[in-house]
Protein backbone atom coordinates (compact mmCIF):
# COMPACT_ATOMS: atom_id res chain seq x y z
CA UNK A 1 0.00 0.00 0.00
CA UNK A 2 1.35 3.51 -1.23
CA UNK A 3 0.54 6.35 1.01
CA UNK A 4 1.80 8.36 -1.65
CA UNK A 5 -0.98 7.86 -3.77
CA UNK A 6 -3.88 8.90 -0.91
CA UNK A 7 -5.12 12.26 0.12
CA UNK A 8 -6.53 12.20 3.94
CA UNK A 9 -8.03 15.64 4.76
CA UNK A 10 -9.87 16.26 8.01
CA UNK A 11 -11.82 19.30 9.29
CA UNK A 12 -14.57 20.44 11.91
CA UNK A 13 -13.00 19.16 15.03
CA UNK A 14 -12.03 22.22 16.20
CA UNK A 15 -13.11 21.26 20.50
CA UNK A 16 -11.33 20.04 23.24
CA UNK A 17 -11.29 16.78 21.30
CA UNK A 18 -9.03 17.86 18.46
CA UNK A 19 -6.51 15.48 19.15
CA UNK A 20 -8.92 13.03 17.96
CA UNK A 21 -8.47 13.33 14.71
CA UNK A 22 -5.47 13.08 13.45
CA UNK A 23 -4.84 13.21 9.42
CA UNK A 24 -1.89 13.10 7.40
CA UNK A 25 -1.71 14.90 4.61
CA UNK A 26 -0.06 13.44 2.09
CA UNK A 27 1.83 13.87 -0.81
CA UNK A 28 0.26 12.58 -4.06
CA UNK A 29 -1.86 14.06 -7.23
CA UNK A 30 -5.22 14.99 -6.88
CA UNK A 31 -7.33 13.13 -9.68
CA UNK A 32 -10.28 14.33 -11.05
CA UNK A 33 -13.56 13.14 -8.67
CA UNK A 34 -16.69 15.05 -10.11
CA UNK A 35 -19.22 12.60 -8.73
CA UNK A 36 -21.92 11.59 -10.88
CA UNK A 37 -25.59 10.83 -9.78
CA UNK A 38 -25.79 7.24 -8.59
CA UNK A 39 -28.73 5.61 -7.36
CA UNK A 40 -30.48 8.39 -5.36
CA UNK A 41 -32.11 8.28 -2.19
CA UNK A 42 -35.09 9.34 -1.25
CA UNK A 43 -34.81 12.84 0.02
CA UNK A 44 -36.28 14.73 2.95
CA UNK A 45 -39.04 17.22 1.64
CA UNK A 46 -37.11 20.23 0.43
CA UNK A 47 -33.75 18.68 0.45
CA UNK A 48 -31.45 18.34 -2.67
CA UNK A 49 -28.44 16.51 -3.09
CA UNK A 50 -25.41 17.37 -4.72
CA UNK A 51 -21.52 16.13 -5.96
CA UNK A 52 -18.69 16.55 -4.55
CA UNK A 53 -16.16 18.42 -6.86
CA UNK A 54 -12.83 17.35 -6.54
CA UNK A 55 -12.92 16.01 -3.53
CA UNK A 56 -13.81 19.79 -1.93
CA UNK A 57 -16.03 18.55 0.57
CA UNK A 58 -17.59 21.01 2.96
CA UNK A 59 -15.70 20.98 6.68
CA UNK A 60 -18.88 19.40 7.86
CA UNK A 61 -21.22 16.71 6.83
CA UNK A 62 -25.06 18.19 6.77
CA UNK A 63 -26.79 14.86 5.94
CA UNK A 64 -28.49 14.35 2.86
CA UNK A 65 -26.77 17.20 1.29
CA UNK A 66 -24.29 15.29 -0.37
CA UNK A 67 -24.51 12.58 -3.30
CA UNK A 68 -21.97 10.12 -3.42
CA UNK A 69 -19.64 9.18 -6.72
CA UNK A 70 -20.44 6.10 -8.55
CA UNK A 71 -16.99 4.41 -6.65
CA UNK A 72 -17.61 6.42 -3.88
CA UNK A 73 -17.96 5.35 0.13
CA UNK A 74 -19.24 6.54 3.24
CA UNK A 75 -18.89 5.22 6.64
CA UNK A 76 -20.14 6.95 9.53
CA UNK A 77 -19.92 5.91 13.13
CA UNK A 78 -23.02 5.74 14.49
CA UNK A 79 -21.35 4.25 17.91
CA UNK A 80 -17.86 4.66 19.31
CA UNK A 81 -18.35 3.51 23.13
CA UNK A 82 -18.83 1.01 25.56
CA UNK A 83 -22.19 -0.78 27.07
CA UNK A 84 -22.48 1.46 30.00
CA UNK A 85 -23.43 5.01 27.92
CA UNK A 86 -23.11 8.26 27.68
CA UNK A 87 -24.80 11.05 25.83
CA UNK A 88 -21.99 11.30 23.19
CA UNK A 89 -20.60 7.69 23.19
CA UNK A 90 -22.95 5.27 22.16
CA UNK A 91 -22.43 1.83 21.79
CA UNK A 92 -20.75 0.68 18.80
CA UNK A 93 -22.33 1.06 15.44
CA UNK A 94 -20.79 1.62 11.63
CA UNK A 95 -23.12 2.36 9.00
CA UNK A 96 -21.41 1.84 5.38
CA UNK A 97 -22.79 3.51 2.56
CA UNK A 98 -22.11 3.10 -1.21
CA UNK A 99 -22.52 5.10 -4.40
CA UNK A 100 -24.46 1.94 -5.92
CA UNK A 101 -27.06 3.17 -3.55
CA UNK A 102 -26.36 -0.34 -1.04
CA UNK A 103 -26.07 0.18 2.61
CA UNK A 104 -24.98 -1.89 5.22
CA UNK A 105 -24.99 -1.66 9.25
CA UNK A 106 -21.98 -2.99 11.02
CA UNK A 107 -23.50 -3.82 14.45
CA UNK A 108 -26.13 -1.45 16.29
CA UNK A 109 -24.78 -1.38 19.62
CA UNK A 110 -27.66 0.02 22.82
CA UNK A 111 -27.89 3.66 21.88
CA UNK A 112 -26.70 4.02 18.25
CA UNK A 113 -29.45 4.14 16.76
CA UNK A 114 -30.37 7.68 18.10
CA UNK A 115 -27.49 8.81 15.93
CA UNK A 116 -28.85 6.36 12.87
CA UNK A 117 -32.21 8.60 13.48
CA UNK A 118 -30.42 11.67 13.11
CA UNK A 119 -29.19 11.21 9.51
CA UNK A 120 -32.87 11.04 8.59
CA UNK A 121 -31.42 8.15 6.13
CA UNK A 122 -33.89 6.47 3.49
CA UNK A 123 -34.82 3.58 5.83
CA UNK A 124 -36.01 1.40 2.71
CA UNK A 125 -32.69 0.81 1.91
CA UNK A 126 -31.47 0.03 5.22
CA UNK A 127 -32.14 -3.72 5.54
CA UNK A 128 -28.80 -5.27 6.32
CA UNK A 129 -27.27 -5.88 9.55
CA UNK A 130 -24.21 -7.53 9.93
CA UNK A 131 -23.55 -8.05 13.72
CA UNK A 132 -19.87 -8.93 14.93
CA UNK A 133 -21.07 -10.48 18.40
CA UNK A 134 -24.25 -10.77 20.43
CA UNK A 135 -23.14 -8.08 23.42
CA UNK A 136 -25.51 -5.66 24.00
CA UNK A 137 -23.17 -3.04 23.43
CA UNK A 138 -22.92 -4.21 19.54
CA UNK A 139 -26.59 -5.82 19.15
CA UNK A 140 -28.99 -3.90 22.02
CA UNK A 141 -30.68 -1.60 19.59
CA UNK A 142 -31.40 -4.18 16.80
CA UNK A 143 -35.52 -4.53 18.10
CA UNK A 144 -35.31 -0.69 17.91
CA UNK A 145 -33.65 -0.88 14.59
CA UNK A 146 -36.00 -3.73 12.97
CA UNK A 147 -39.55 -1.65 14.48
CA UNK A 148 -38.02 1.83 14.06
CA UNK A 149 -37.49 1.38 10.56
CA UNK A 150 -40.53 -0.31 10.18
CA UNK A 151 -42.20 2.47 10.73
CA UNK A 152 -39.60 4.86 9.33
CA UNK A 153 -39.34 3.63 5.47
CA UNK A 154 -38.72 0.29 5.51
CA UNK A 155 -41.56 -1.82 4.03
CA UNK A 156 -39.34 -4.86 3.36
CA UNK A 157 -38.08 -7.33 5.76
CA UNK A 158 -34.89 -6.72 7.36
CA UNK A 159 -31.80 -9.04 7.16
CA UNK A 160 -29.67 -9.87 9.91
CA UNK A 161 -26.13 -11.78 9.26
CA UNK A 162 -24.17 -12.80 12.35
CA UNK A 163 -22.08 -15.87 13.56
CA UNK A 164 -23.26 -19.03 15.16
CA UNK A 165 -21.99 -20.04 18.60
CA UNK A 166 -20.52 -23.21 20.14
CA UNK A 167 -24.10 -24.28 20.86
CA UNK A 168 -27.19 -23.47 19.06
CA UNK A 169 -28.57 -21.04 21.61
CA UNK A 170 -25.44 -18.77 22.02
CA UNK A 171 -25.71 -18.01 18.08
CA UNK A 172 -27.47 -15.49 16.30
CA UNK A 173 -30.24 -17.22 15.02
CA UNK A 174 -31.51 -18.10 18.79
CA UNK A 175 -30.90 -14.80 19.46
CA UNK A 176 -33.36 -12.94 16.69
CA UNK A 177 -35.59 -16.05 17.95
CA UNK A 178 -35.63 -14.94 21.64
CA UNK A 179 -35.96 -11.40 20.87
CA UNK A 180 -38.87 -12.20 19.00
CA UNK A 181 -40.22 -13.73 21.41
CA UNK A 182 -39.45 -11.19 24.07
CA UNK A 183 -40.94 -8.59 21.91
CA UNK A 184 -43.88 -10.82 20.94
CA UNK A 185 -46.65 -8.40 22.23
CA UNK A 186 -44.86 -5.31 20.38
CA UNK A 187 -45.21 -7.20 17.12
CA UNK A 188 -48.18 -8.58 17.62
CA UNK A 189 -49.93 -5.22 18.02
CA UNK A 190 -48.56 -4.09 15.36
CA UNK A 191 -48.22 -6.77 12.73
CA UNK A 192 -51.17 -6.57 10.08
CA UNK A 193 -51.55 -2.50 10.77
CA UNK A 194 -48.14 -1.74 9.36
CA UNK A 195 -46.74 -3.33 6.21
CA UNK A 196 -46.39 -7.35 6.38
CA UNK A 197 -43.30 -7.91 4.69
CA UNK A 198 -41.26 -4.77 6.97
CA UNK A 199 -41.87 -6.87 10.40
CA UNK A 200 -40.29 -9.91 8.89
CA UNK A 201 -36.71 -10.64 10.10
CA UNK A 202 -34.32 -12.50 7.96
CA UNK A 203 -31.31 -14.23 9.76
CA UNK A 204 -28.50 -15.03 8.05
CA UNK A 205 -26.32 -17.57 10.33
CA UNK A 206 -22.92 -18.43 9.33
CA UNK A 207 -19.99 -20.64 10.72
CA UNK A 208 -18.39 -18.56 13.39
CA UNK A 209 -14.90 -20.23 12.51
CA UNK A 210 -14.58 -19.69 8.67
CA UNK A 211 -11.82 -17.83 8.39
CA UNK A 212 -11.95 -15.36 5.60
CA UNK A 213 -15.74 -16.79 4.06
CA UNK A 214 -17.99 -14.96 1.74
CA UNK A 215 -21.15 -14.36 4.22
CA UNK A 216 -22.87 -11.67 1.53
CA UNK A 217 -22.58 -11.01 -2.33
CA UNK A 218 -25.04 -9.25 -4.39
CA UNK A 219 -24.93 -6.05 -6.54
CA UNK A 220 -20.42 -6.11 -6.89
CA UNK A 221 -20.72 -6.25 -2.61
CA UNK A 222 -18.55 -8.87 -0.91
CA UNK A 223 -18.60 -9.41 2.75
CA UNK A 224 -16.10 -11.94 4.58
CA UNK A 225 -15.82 -12.96 7.94
CA UNK A 226 -13.16 -14.13 10.15
CA UNK A 227 -12.74 -15.32 13.85
CA UNK A 228 -12.04 -12.95 16.22
CA UNK A 229 -10.84 -13.33 20.09
CA UNK A 230 -13.05 -11.91 22.37
CA UNK A 231 -14.25 -14.28 25.54
CA UNK A 232 -16.48 -17.36 24.32
CA UNK A 233 -16.44 -18.64 20.93
CA UNK A 234 -18.73 -16.88 18.53
CA UNK A 235 -17.37 -13.28 17.83
CA UNK A 236 -16.01 -12.29 14.05
CA UNK A 237 -14.87 -9.56 11.99
CA UNK A 238 -16.12 -8.35 8.44
CA UNK A 239 -14.49 -6.92 5.74
CA UNK A 240 -16.68 -5.25 2.88
CA UNK A 241 -15.35 -4.85 -0.80
CA UNK A 242 -16.63 -3.14 -3.43
CA UNK A 243 -14.94 -1.66 -6.89
CA UNK A 244 -11.40 -2.23 -5.48
CA UNK A 245 -12.14 -0.16 -2.16
CA UNK A 246 -11.90 -2.66 0.93
CA UNK A 247 -13.25 -1.68 4.61
CA UNK A 248 -12.79 -3.95 7.87
CA UNK A 249 -14.76 -3.60 10.76
CA UNK A 250 -13.13 -5.79 13.83
CA UNK A 251 -16.22 -5.58 16.12
CA UNK A 252 -14.24 -7.10 19.40
CA UNK A 253 -11.05 -9.01 19.58
CA UNK A 254 -7.89 -9.64 21.08
CA UNK A 255 -4.95 -9.05 18.36
CA UNK A 256 -5.73 -12.47 16.11
CA UNK A 257 -3.43 -13.50 13.62
CA UNK A 258 -6.75 -13.78 10.92
CA UNK A 259 -7.01 -9.81 11.49
CA UNK A 260 -3.44 -9.31 10.64
CA UNK A 261 -4.00 -11.64 7.30
CA UNK A 262 -7.22 -10.90 5.78
CA UNK A 263 -7.63 -6.80 6.99
CA UNK A 264 -3.78 -6.05 5.16
CA UNK A 265 -4.77 -4.23 2.75
CA UNK A 266 -8.21 -2.74 3.36
CA UNK A 267 -8.41 1.01 2.98
CA UNK A 268 -10.15 1.70 5.81
CA UNK A 269 -9.08 -0.77 8.84
CA UNK A 270 -11.01 -0.09 12.13
CA UNK A 271 -10.10 -2.28 15.01
CA UNK A 272 -11.49 -1.27 18.65
CA UNK A 273 -8.60 0.89 20.46
CA UNK A 274 -9.75 -0.09 23.94
CA UNK A 275 -9.39 2.04 26.76
CA UNK A 276 -5.70 1.60 28.86
CA UNK A 277 -5.64 -0.37 32.29
CA UNK A 278 -4.90 2.82 34.01
CA UNK A 279 -8.20 4.78 32.17
CA UNK A 280 -10.12 1.65 32.42
CA UNK A 281 -9.43 1.02 36.13
CA UNK A 282 -10.97 4.76 37.22
CA UNK A 283 -13.92 4.94 34.64
CA UNK A 284 -15.46 1.80 36.24
CA UNK A 285 -13.67 2.36 39.87
CA UNK A 286 -12.15 -1.15 38.99
CA UNK A 287 -8.53 -2.64 40.47
CA UNK A 288 -5.59 -2.32 38.26
CA UNK A 289 -5.35 -6.03 37.88
CA UNK A 290 -9.25 -6.30 36.68
CA UNK A 291 -8.95 -3.62 34.39
CA UNK A 292 -5.30 -4.61 33.19
CA UNK A 293 -6.89 -8.40 32.76
CA UNK A 294 -9.94 -6.80 30.78
CA UNK A 295 -8.17 -4.27 28.91
CA UNK A 296 -5.65 -6.45 27.44
CA UNK A 297 -6.88 -9.90 27.79
CA UNK A 298 -10.32 -9.67 26.42
CA UNK A 299 -9.81 -6.31 24.00
CA UNK A 300 -7.44 -4.88 22.21
CA UNK A 301 -5.58 -1.94 24.43
CA UNK A 302 -4.22 1.08 22.38
CA UNK A 303 -0.72 -0.17 22.03
CA UNK A 304 -1.69 -3.23 20.43
CA UNK A 305 -3.96 -1.83 18.38
CA UNK A 306 -0.80 -0.06 16.98
CA UNK A 307 0.90 -3.02 16.44
CA UNK A 308 -1.66 -4.72 14.83
CA UNK A 309 -2.23 -1.51 12.05
CA UNK A 310 1.67 -1.26 11.98
CA UNK A 311 1.11 -5.18 10.27
CA UNK A 312 -1.82 -4.19 8.49
CA UNK A 313 -1.32 -0.83 7.28
CA UNK A 314 -4.00 0.30 5.87
CA UNK A 315 -4.55 3.94 4.21
CA UNK A 316 -6.27 4.85 7.56
CA UNK A 317 -6.87 2.80 10.72
CA UNK A 318 -9.56 3.98 12.96
CA UNK A 319 -9.64 2.87 16.56
CA UNK A 320 -12.78 2.47 18.74
CA UNK A 321 -14.39 1.15 22.13
CA UNK A 322 -13.43 4.03 24.21
CA UNK A 323 -15.58 6.62 26.68
CA UNK A 324 -15.07 9.90 25.13
CA UNK A 325 -13.12 12.36 27.23
CA UNK A 326 -10.06 14.51 26.95
CA UNK A 327 -8.24 12.60 29.21
CA UNK A 328 -9.01 9.34 28.03
CA UNK A 329 -8.19 10.29 24.49
CA UNK A 330 -4.58 12.10 25.09
CA UNK A 331 -4.01 8.34 27.20
CA UNK A 332 -5.33 6.56 23.79
CA UNK A 333 -3.21 8.71 21.38
CA UNK A 334 0.10 8.38 23.23
CA UNK A 335 -0.20 4.95 23.66
CA UNK A 336 -1.09 4.01 19.98
CA UNK A 337 1.66 6.32 18.77
CA UNK A 338 4.67 4.41 20.69
CA UNK A 339 3.41 1.67 18.41
CA UNK A 340 1.95 3.47 14.84
CA UNK A 341 2.52 6.32 13.26
CA UNK A 342 0.38 5.81 10.04
CA UNK A 343 -2.79 7.68 9.17
CA UNK A 344 -4.99 7.04 12.18
CA UNK A 345 -8.45 8.48 13.55
CA UNK A 346 -9.86 7.70 16.51
CA UNK A 347 -13.78 7.32 16.03
CA UNK A 348 -16.19 9.76 18.09
CA UNK A 349 -19.93 8.96 17.16
CA UNK A 350 -21.07 10.99 13.79
CA UNK A 351 -17.79 10.69 12.11
CA UNK A 352 -17.63 10.52 8.54
CA UNK A 353 -15.17 9.12 6.71
CA UNK A 354 -15.38 9.26 2.69
CA UNK A 355 -13.65 6.95 0.85
CA UNK A 356 -12.64 7.14 -2.75
CA UNK A 357 -9.64 5.62 -4.30
CA UNK A 358 -7.67 9.10 -4.50
CA UNK A 359 -9.25 10.74 -1.07
CA UNK A 360 -9.96 9.90 2.30
CA UNK A 361 -11.81 12.55 4.22
CA UNK A 362 -12.62 12.72 7.46
CA UNK A 363 -15.07 15.20 9.74
CA UNK A 364 -18.10 15.05 11.64
CA UNK A 365 -22.17 15.05 10.58
CA UNK A 366 -24.08 17.91 11.64
CA UNK A 367 -27.28 17.14 13.32
CA UNK A 368 -30.05 18.74 14.91
CA UNK A 369 -30.84 17.09 18.33
CA UNK A 370 -34.67 17.13 17.22
CA UNK A 371 -34.23 15.45 13.17
CA UNK A 372 -37.36 14.39 12.45
CA UNK A 373 -38.22 10.32 11.31
CA UNK A 374 -38.18 10.36 7.44
CA UNK A 375 -42.34 10.21 6.43
CA UNK A 376 -44.01 7.47 4.87
CA UNK A 377 -43.65 6.57 1.39
CA UNK A 378 -45.97 5.88 -1.36
CA UNK A 379 -44.89 2.14 -0.64
CA UNK A 380 -46.70 2.65 2.73
CA UNK A 381 -49.94 3.41 1.36
CA UNK A 382 -49.96 0.53 -1.12
CA UNK A 383 -48.15 -2.32 0.84
CA UNK A 384 -50.02 -5.08 1.75
CA UNK A 385 -51.48 -5.77 5.41
CA UNK A 386 -53.47 -8.23 6.57
CA UNK A 387 -55.35 -6.10 9.14
CA UNK A 388 -55.15 -4.68 12.61
CA UNK A 389 -55.62 -6.55 15.70
CA UNK A 390 -57.46 -5.23 18.73
CA UNK A 391 -57.90 -5.67 22.86
CA UNK A 392 -60.63 -7.67 23.78
CA UNK A 393 -64.47 -6.51 24.12
CA UNK A 394 -63.39 -6.69 28.28
CA UNK A 395 -60.78 -3.79 27.57
CA UNK A 396 -62.81 -1.96 25.45
CA UNK A 397 -65.58 -2.28 27.63
CA UNK A 398 -63.88 -0.23 29.93
CA UNK A 399 -63.85 3.26 27.76
CA UNK A 400 -64.76 6.00 30.05
CA UNK A 401 -68.14 7.39 28.67
CA UNK A 402 -66.78 11.44 29.37
CA UNK A 403 -64.73 11.09 26.93
CA UNK A 404 -66.02 10.38 22.90
CA UNK A 405 -62.60 10.92 20.44
CA UNK A 406 -63.50 13.46 17.81
CA UNK A 407 -65.17 11.91 14.24
CA UNK A 408 -62.48 10.36 12.24
CA UNK A 409 -60.91 12.79 9.42
CA UNK A 410 -63.11 12.22 5.72
CA UNK A 411 -60.57 10.49 3.23
ZN1 LIG B 1 -17.89 -7.55 23.22
ZN1 LIG C 1 -17.84 -4.29 22.79
Redesign the pocket.
Known amino acids: MNYRTTRITTRAVTNAFSALVIAFCLTGSLSQNVHAATAQDNMPVGRKAVAISDGQYPGSYFPNTELLGPAEMRITCLGSGMPNLTRKSASLSYLVELGNGDKFLFDVGAGSMANLWSLRPDFSKIDKVFAS ?1 L ?1 T ?2 VGDFMGLHIGSWLSGRYTPIHIYGPSGSTPEMGTKAFVDGMKKGYAWDIAGRSGALPDAGGEIVVHEFDYKAVNQVVYQENGVTIRSWPAI ?1 LLDGPVSYSLEWQGLKYVFGG ?1 TYPNKWYIKHAAGADIASHEAFLPPKALAKYFGWSLGQATFVSTRIHTEPQAFGKVMSAVKPRLAVGYHSVQSPENNAAIMDAVRKTYDGPLALARDLMVINLTKENINVRMASVDDYVLPPDVSKAYVSATRSGQKHASDYITGGKWKGYTPPPMPKK
Open positions: HHDHHD
